[in-house]
């Protein structure tokens, strides 16, 4: 192996190795083989050219899905450079093409011979070699100098040498990168999905003021293009679009020993918050130092004011990050050259310095904001109050559910068909969509330890309604009874009454809206549950296929044509559209019963991504909630139960 005697830097063979390793750890590189992995495959790619336009060489990415599942990402930065490389030598102690050292060593990523960047990428920083050792080929073409160069790789190596295949004009730079994932690899049957990544470009062409990305999916003809002069400022607007806002957005830009902090805020008239914190082009999903500097500084400012103003007496306590937040809409954004983050998966800011300058920065902006906009300050301050007195009364009225939640067997809803086992670890909840549906699930169950809650029309969405109102609702109290835990901070998994919680909504459009209003709402007063592992969704039979003594119920278009194939064209085929549609005997064996049945597990992951997904595009516009119900359908984990 390496000789140090001969002083070879032999990264060929650490580069060989390398490769090696992401193959048998892909956990360790890009968080696993799940589709999460397979996005984050693209996600490293395209963060390279958003280096690249951090550093103020690119302007422009495009990023298209092939029919094959192949992925190009071309930008129009520098190029990687052609030729041998500074340091990096091979086995014989030549020096390494500088585009085999960037594609194929481990953590080299592009950050060398100083001139690099500013920033980078750094959560996905595993660098391009790892996209490349887990695909099954990957070719990179670079334009520089009047050239227009290309490499091939398999598998991670190299395939031979760099060649030049054809001309460049004379200002004309750029890299291309083209990959098809190794499904040797990502063995389970998933590709890209079009709004996981659109969501994702959208955010990083916000943050990235000035670049166009544009996004195409050859596989559904379908296409994006993505730019915001605006940049952050853009991306408040664009998130209250369907709010009315009380002043206009206050926008900052600093840079304090070396890390550069940039912020936009906003406050509606609306209900919840919806805040994203950035680090390096990443959405943080997490928060972290940024995001408390934010929150902290803004809760601050708003005090100071309103005691200042009078417009708190001194009997009033300070208003509380909560009731700051209500309404508030805001990004940070910060550029830090050696970014801290809890883990690889975990998307959460380190830095500690960081919530220093951003308390600093947003402090100082805000508060010369109000000070200049005594309106604006008014209405914010007036805001606050409300929502202050609302979260009292919210208090007194969940207090009262629990209280009458305590008082179980008196308060349990009339429409609860209740089972008689009493061990958790044994019973069931179905909350069913519909009263017709909520019947045959009634006859059909197994009483022993299933027991069902119908649940008509449309539960209030959560995102626009307060939570007193929701409180107020009776298909929601009729819920929160039944489970017997509680919500919000005073949820108490110890009186959960069912072990299993599971959603039994139609396979339709409306289906999947009233199964995403509960998801949301488990999500945001009831996370634990989802947490624990307790909260479920049923899968109906989209098909039932008879043929002579032979009766299948399939579950997707793929197993029905299958299935059709087997038993011949003959076969009797039955759509079901409801749940309505099937007899309660039906109903027990394809969806009930715990030997035929599949229940999908949810994941907090699933919901956590679902509910930031569903604040970004809910809203009044019918169109994105459409598509963003149908994307969340999929968003959960099969789970054999
Ligand atoms: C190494 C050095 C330089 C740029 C790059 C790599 C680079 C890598 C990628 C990957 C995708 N797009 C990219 N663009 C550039 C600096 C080049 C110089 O100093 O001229």
């Known amino acids: 192996m390496a000789d140090k005697k001969n002083n070879y830097d032999v990264s060929s063979i650490q580069a060989l190795e390398g490769i090696e390793h992401v193959r048998k750890r892909p956990g360790m590189y890009v968080g696993g083989t799940d589709i999460k992995a397979l996005h984050h495959l693209v996600y490293e790619v395209v963060d390279n050219s958003i280096d690249e336009a951090l550093a103020g060489f690119c302007t422009s990415i495009n990023i298209t ?19 041998p490389h500074p340091s ?37 920083g595993v660098g391009i070699s790892a996209v490349n050792a887990l695909s099954e080929w990957m070719t990179t073409e670079i334009k520089r100098d009047g050239k227009l ?31 098809r994932f190794d499904k040797q690899i990502f063995t389970e049957d998933i590709d ?15 943050v990235t003021r000035g670049v166009t990305i544009k996004f195409v999916d050859e596989r559904a003809e379908r296409e994006m293009t993505f730019y915001f002069e605006g940049g952050i400022t853009s ?31 906003q406050y509606t008239d609306a209900y919840t918050e919806s805040v994203y914190s950035f680090a390096n082009t990443i959405n943080t999903i997490d928060g972290g130092t940024h995001l408390t500097g934010l929150r902290s500084s803004l809760t601050r400012v708003i005090n100071d004011y309103a005691r200042k103003n009078g417009l708190l007496k001194d009997a009033d306590p300070n208003f509380s990050g909560d009731d700051t937040r209500e309404g508030l809409t805001a990004i940070v954004s910060v550029k830090h050259p050696g970014p801290q983050f809890e883990s690889q998966t975990k998307v959460k800011l380190m830095n500690p310095e960081v919530q220093t300058y951003v308390t600093q920065v947003v402090g100082e902006a805000f508060g010369t904001f109000l000070e200049e906009n005594p309106q604006a300050a008014k209405t914010i301050v007036a805001k606050c109050l409300t929502s202050a007195r609302a979260r009292d009364a919210a208090r007194k009225a969940r207090d009262l559910v629990i209280r009458k939640s305590a008082l179980e067997s008196l308060t349990l809803p009339g429409k609860l068909a209740d089972c008689s086992e009493r061990d958790t670890s044994k019973t069931e909840l179905y909350i069913v969509e519909g009263d017709s549906a909520g019947g045959s699930a009634k006859q059909g169950r197994d009483r022993h330890f299933q027991a069902i809650l ?17 409180l107020g609702n009776n298909e929601v109290k009729a819920l929160i009874s ?4 509680g919500i919000g901070d005073n949820f108490d998994l110890e009186g959960l009454r069912y072990g299993r919680v599971i959603i039994m909504t139609d396979a339709d459009v409306d289906g999947s809206h009233i199964r995403t209003l509960l998801l949301t709402f488990f999500f945001r007063y009831m996370p634990k549950l989802i947490e624990e592992g307790h909260l479920y969704i049923a899968q109906p039979p989209l098909y039932r296929i008879a043929f002579k003594n032979t009766v299948k119920y399939v579950y997707s278009d793929k ?27 039906q109903l027990w064996d394809t969806t009930m019963s715990p030997e035929n049945r599949t229940l999908l597990l949810v994941t907090v992951d699933d919901a956590a991504e679902a509910d930031r997904t569903f604040d970004m595009l809910m809203g009044d516009a019918v169109d994105p909630r459409k598509k963003f119900i149908q994307t969340h359908a999929k968003s959960v984990r099969n789970l054999d139960v």
């Open 65 to 83: 899905i092939h029919a094959d599942s192949s992925v190009t990402v071309e930008d129009n930065g520098r190029g990687i450079p052609v030729g």
């Open 149 to 179: 160069w290309k490499q091939e790789y398999k598998r991670g190596m190299p395939q031979g040498k760099i060649k030049q295949i054809g001309k460049a004009e004379k200002d004309e730079s750029g890299t291309k990168q083209t990959f």
């Open 482 to 485: 039944a489970l017997g835990t």
């Open 559 to 585: 197993e029905k044509d299958k299935t059709i194939k087997e038993l011949g064209d003959k076969a009797n085929l039955q759509r079901y559209k409801g749940l309505g549609e099937m007899n309660p005997d």
């Open 454 to 470: 119908p649940l008509r029309g449309k539960i209030l969405n959560t995102e626009r309604a307060r939570l007193d109102k929701i």
């Open 235 to 265: 991306f408040v607007r664009y998130l209250n679009r369907n709010r009315e806002n009380l002043h206009s957005v206050v926008y900052v830009e600093k840079e304090i020993e070396g890390v550069g902090v940039e912020a936009s805020i």
């Open 88 to 124: 990096k030598k091979d086995a014989n102690g030549k020096p390494m093409e500088t585009v085999d050292v960037v594609m194929t060593v481990i953590g080299a990523g592009g950050k060398f011979g100083g001139g690099g960047y500013k920033v980078s990428g750094g959560l996905h």
């Open 192 to 206: 890209f999905r079009f709004d996981t990544l659109v969501q994702r470009f959208r955010e990083m062409a916000f």
